[in-house]
């Protein structure tokens, strides 16, 4: 049996911040990650300006050009349903390869220290006394940890939250993105488009990135978003996008307001206690920050879940104020907000 302070399950942004911290207040942490060491979720790659903030300050890290996407930094452009739009004036947002920025990410955490567990699964834990008992699954053995602290970084389908809170009622919506050679008379720009409902139910966007362009959208459910792709790629063409190509097509889901902070000596960070915005869909700067705090927590070991929750209840707040908007967006406050939004000096 390995003993350690703390095991994080998931080397994505939330269980790396976790550890890094942890390990910056002396606790030793081994992080449990179910995928190869390149893997990475799909993902739009996209960091705002308050991430890097929480990279800095939290972290103590600076995001270096390797991870950077072509072009770097794009400019915030929505559309509504309307069709009226325009670019945000003063917003900037950094453009990554999401599998290079988690690879740097979890090459800082080996710096410090860290030891991940590649290709293991979670299978279990149980409480002993003041100790959580972890079983993962590796190279088809079962393999036992005993920790102090168990935190949750394992994503929206999260094992950690479904055995942690079994009968718990966690809103999930899927996006749907499509990977498109193409071209188009288009500016750097991250293209929020919030159409009527009957395009995006949720929302649409286009990114340039390297020598593709992504096109997604949310929606309630998996085959809305599929369809709702489809609208969103005939609106773009309709604003001069020519896609050309198509590379891939891949899926995934985000949490859409519910949040669970855990209980106990065991908290869910990032997409798997349901941290990330709903509108939007940004999860990024969510995952760091709720990483970092859940690994600022351990200080106060007697209250970590407590503690935690406390550090990371005004983003849950926020969280929910943000769902209440969304849910009541209908095509005529969609146009209201953008027209609001464009005529805001930040």
């Known amino acids: 049996m390995m003993l350690c302070d703390v095991v994080v399950v998931g080397a994505g942004p939330a269980g790396v911040a976790a550890a890094i911290k942890s390990a910056e207040s002396g606790y030793s942490a081994i992080v449990v990650e179910k995928g190869d060491k390149p893997s990475a979720k799909p993902c739009g790659g996209i960091l705002t300006t308050a991430c890097m903030d929480v990279l800095s300050c939290e972290l103590g890290l600076s995001l270096p050009e390797k991870v950077l996407s072509s072009p770097a930094s794009l400019g915030l452009f929505y559309v509504s349903p309307s069709g009226y739009g325009g670019k945000l004036r ?17 090459s800082e955490a080996d710096d410090r220290g860290v030891k ?50 079994q009968d718990a009622c966690f809103k999930l919506a899927p996006v749907v993105q499509e990977h498109w050679e193409g071209d188009g008379s288009l500016e750097d720009c991250f293209y929020m488009l919030l159409l009527g409902a009957s395009v995006t139910p949720l929302y649409g966007y286009l990114i340039p990135k390297g020598s593709a362009f992504i096109v997604g959208a949310g929606a309630p459910t998996l085959r809305e978003a599929k369809a709702s792709v489809s609208r969103v790629k005939e609106s773009l063409e309709g604003m001069g996008f020519k896609p050309r190509r198509l590379l891939r097509r891949e899926h995934w889901f985000i949490p859409h307001g519910t949040v669970l902070h855990g209980g106990g000596n065991v908290v869910l960070t990032g997409d798997a206690g349901g941290f990330c915005n709903p509108f939007s869909g940004e999860g990024v700067r969510f995952a760091l920050e709720t990483g970092a705090a859940a690994g600022r927590a351990l200080e106060d070991e007697d209250n970590f879940s407590e503690t935690y929750r406390q550090e990371v209840e005004e983003l849950a707040s926020l969280i929910r104020v943000l769902s209440h908007f969304t849910t009541n967006l209908d095509d005529e406050a969609r146009e209201k907000f953008v027209r609001r939004e464009l005529r805001r000096i930040l």
Do not use: P, Q
């Open 90 to 106: 003063n917003y900037r947002l950094i453009n990554v390869d999401r599998s290079a920025f988690n690879e740097w990410l979890r």
């Open 116 to 165: 991940v567990m590649y290709n293991a699964r979670l299978v279990g834990f149980e409480h002993y006394r003041r100790e959580v008992l972890v079983k993962v699954k590796r190279g088809g053995k079962v393999e036992r940890l005993a920790a102090r602290f168990l935190i949750g970084a394992d994503g929206a389908l999260s094992k950690t939250r479904m055995l942690l809170h």
